[in-house]
């Protein structure tokens, strides 16, 4: 956290000499820089100097691209808090369109998700990672972890799977003045294999940021609740007082003990997103 305050510092000073970016910048192509050092994936955002990063001023938010032979390295730094509330919630989705379309059809959604001690062996091992049961046993003794996980999606947000062997991952880190979301993907998860035009990253294509509003897990597990609802109403909660405890079909009741009211549960948190131009620079 302390490398991020120092990094904030930098940039409010370097700020208005970043290039600006918005909804009138269509045809602009950024880059992505070769880097031949890996980027340290921390949040911490020390490895990205002033002049690497754009600036997109609707949101106030400060973006940036590296890469190597296998791997992508984004940034996206936050500098006003209240355009960061429904990150937390939904983490980031990276949306990838080789056609220089504004059209989700194929991304990755970056999020934080809890699993169990054997859960993260598998997902482990499905990475490659070999471990042996001494390893394992010392896994075990936590039941649960947070995992920072990289899922390749269709265009409404569902996992699918993607012959690339590698994940990507993030880190997240806030401060009092916003935050910053820095994330490595491999390359390979880039292209949509059932996609008919490839990506050709030695040319320009589309990339797009959403965060917030309701992802696809958060829908299945709305439609779950309603359901449950309906269920618990046909076999005879149909009072009034019930309903508005509940939320079922009221206007102000808490959903599922504490969940806000079903108007706001409906809404989800507020969606943000903008696309852009990206293009990789030669090796160096």
């Not at 940036?64 to 209240?82: E, Q, S, V």
């Not at 939320?247 to 009741?253: D, I």
Request: proline content about 5%.
């Amino acid at each position: 956290m302390r490398h991020l305050k120092m990094f904030a510092v930098i940039l409010a000073v370097s700020i208005a000499a970043l290039p600006a970016a918005g909804q009138k910048d269509k045809d602009k192509i950024f880059e992505s820089a070769w880097t031949a050092t890996p980027v340290q994936i921390d949040g911490a955002a020390v490895d990205w100097a002033p002049e690497t990063l754009n600036l997109w001023n609707e949101y106030k938010l400060n973006f940036g691209f590296r890469h190597d032979a296998n791997f992508l390295f984004l940034i996206a730094i936050f500098n006003d808090p209240k355009f960061i509330s429904s990150l937390d919630q939904t983490g980031m989705t990276i949306w990838i369109n080789p056609e220089g379309k504004n059209k989700k059809t194929h991304g990755f959604h970056l999020r934080q998700k809890m699993v169990t001690a054997d859960q993260l062996i598998g997902e482990m091992e499905e990475g490659g990672q070999i471990l042996t049961e001494e390893r394992k046993a010392e896994i075990r003794k936590k039941p649960l972890y947070r995992l920072f996980a990289c899922d390749v999606v269709d265009g409404k947000g569902n996992p699918v799977p993607h012959p690339g062997t590698a994940s990507g991952t993030y880190r997240y880190a806030r401060s009092k003045t916003g935050a910053a979301f820095e994330a490595v993907v491999p390359l390979a998860l880039l292209d949509d294999p059932a996609a008919k035009t490839k990506l050709d990253l030695s040319k320009p294509f589309k990339l797009g940021f959403e965060w917030g509003g309701m992802t696809a897990e958060m829908k299945r597990q709305r439609a779950a609740q309603i359901g449950e609802r309906g269920v618990q109403a046909r076999a005879g909660e149909t009072n009034l007082e019930a309903q508005l405890t509940s939320g079922y079909e009221g206007g102000g009741g808490d959903m599922g003990g504490g969940g806000g009211s079903l108007t706001a549960m409906r809404g989800g948190p507020k969606k943000y997103d903008f696309w852009i131009n990206l293009k990789f620079a030669d090796r160096k």
